[in-house]
């Protein structure tokens, strides 16, 4: 009989394994004025614009893999500040660019209608690179986080609302008819990693007020289902997208992945409460188990075959049955911190469940990184994404049970310089 010696996935080793190849394949994004969009086999698409959110994102992976003593990571991290700080800004009127304008784009005032708009998807990855890099001591990183505070609370914070804004034309003059849940909620894992890098607990009571309408309000209104999509009033528009129901970044219907992602972040908002000394609504728990409970039971093999169906509809029936990569990262870590926080060791058998099944079927061991998407009998699929843009989920899930639970993931590693 033969014993195997690989480690288990979800292991510390394994997780250690995996966290130090993801560095080597997001490595190869680097382009001149940012990081570009990875195909399949990790070459960069040369046909894509260089996006924001990307360079956002992979700058974030390189500041956490800096302060985890990766030697390459430092210049990686400062790489991506560059771009953020340079082409990618808009150096005249403020903000980012949602991708790197035309050459003949120059002017804001002047070719706004040529200009790329400015949306708060991106931003929020702004805020959230800038935070991890300030953590991480990198240079430039505070200023560039200072700035993009300053933006979010101009133009995408809506006091009256208590929530966020979708996006603006160039030059900040027409507000987009439509908000969003997905960007809401990336803003809500940005603040928090704000308040860790400028210990300005502001910022973490701004993520409660945006989990508190959408979580604790709408998604508890509509029994743990969390409509995406809203007129500027904040009212459900649940058949948006009906005739696109693969959009990638505004779906139809509920997205399961997104119900596990909030059900972790309510977690860590609840732990930055109380770091600040402040009372944390019992509420963020028990919708957290709500939302982890509702979206495993109506979205995990839905169809029969393992995997998390994309969407559902209102009716709890499959509607994009594609197996994203990120939504059983963010099953695997939204697990982690459920059992670390109950003490219940069901959500440890269903991490240890769910990181089975990315080992057998997103990690790619040939090509590097993660497939980022497979078809309903899980076989590699690009029906909604193409290629492997970013490794920052799949990141975050080898990293976070490494480094423990804390109020952000880059709060969690030694040798922070940010303000506690």
């Not at 953020?84 to 660019?97: I, V």
């Not at 080992?359 to 699929?381: A, I, K, M, Q, T």
Request: with cysteine; proline share 6%; aromatic share 10%.
């Amino acid at each position: 009989m033969t014993t195997s010696t690989r480690p288990a996935p979800g292991s510390p080793a394994w997780l250690g394994a995996e966290e130090r190849r993801l560095v080597d394949f997001a490595a190869g994004a680097a382009v001149p004025d940012g990081f570009g969009w990875l195909d399949a086999r990790g070459g960069v698409e040369p046909d894509r614009p260089t996006e924001t959110w990307i360079t956002a994102r992979m700058t974030h992976v390189f500041s956490l893999a800096h302060l985890r003593g990766d030697a390459r990571a430092a210049g990686l991290a400062d790489h991506g500040l560059a771009a953020l700080a340079g082409p990618l800004r808009d150096a005249e009127l403020g903000g980012w660019f949602d991708e790197v304008p035309a050459e003949d784009s120059t002017s804001a005032r002047e070719r706004s209608q040529k200009l790329p708009d400015k949306s708060a998807y991106p931003h929020s990855f702004v805020v959230l690179a800038a935070s991890s890099a300030t953590l991480a001591v990198r240079p430039g990183a505070r200023d560039l986080l200072d700035e993009a505070l300053r933006v979010f609370d101009t133009y995408f914070w809506e006091k009256e609302a208590a929530c966020v804004r979708e996006s603006w034309d160039a030059d900040w003059t027409v507000t987009e008819p439509y908000r969003g849940a997905n960007s809401a909620m990336h803003w809500v894992e940005a603040l928090l990693a704000a308040g860790d890098a400028t210990g300005d607990t502001g910022w973490t009571r701004r993520a409660l007020a945006i989990a508190e309408r959408l979580v604790h309000g709408v998604a508890a209104a509509h029994d743990w289902r969390l409509p995406e999509h809203f007129t500027p009033e904040w009212r459900p528009v649940p058949d948006y997208n009906r005739d696109q129901p693969d959009h990638p970044f505004r779906p139809y219907g509920s997205t399961t992945g997104h119900l596990l992602e909030w059900a972790r972040l309510l977690i860590h908002l609840e732990l930055a409460l109380e770091r600040a000394g402040e009372a944390a609504p019992a509420w963020l728990r028990a919708d957290a188990e709500h939302l982890f409970a509702n979206a495993v039971r109506r979205g995990w093999g839905v169809d029969g075959a393992e995997g998390f169906a994309y969407t559902l509809d209102w009716e709890d029936r499959p509607v994009v049955r594609q197996r994203m990569h990120w939504v059983v990262a963010e099953a695997t870590m939204a697990a982690w911190v459920l059992a670390r926080r109950t003490g219940d060791t069901a959500y440890t058998e269903q991490y240890e469940r769910w990181w089975d099944y990315a080992d057998r079927f997103h990690v790619d061991r040939e090509h590097g990184s993660w497939r980022h998407e497979l078809d309903p009998g899980n076989h590699p699929s690009d029906a909604v994404w193409a290629g492997k843009p970013d490794v920052y989920h799949a990141y975050q899930a080898a990293l976070l049970p490494q480094v423990g639970f804390s109020t952000s993931i880059a709060a969690a590693l030694p040798g922070k310089g940010g303000t506690r």
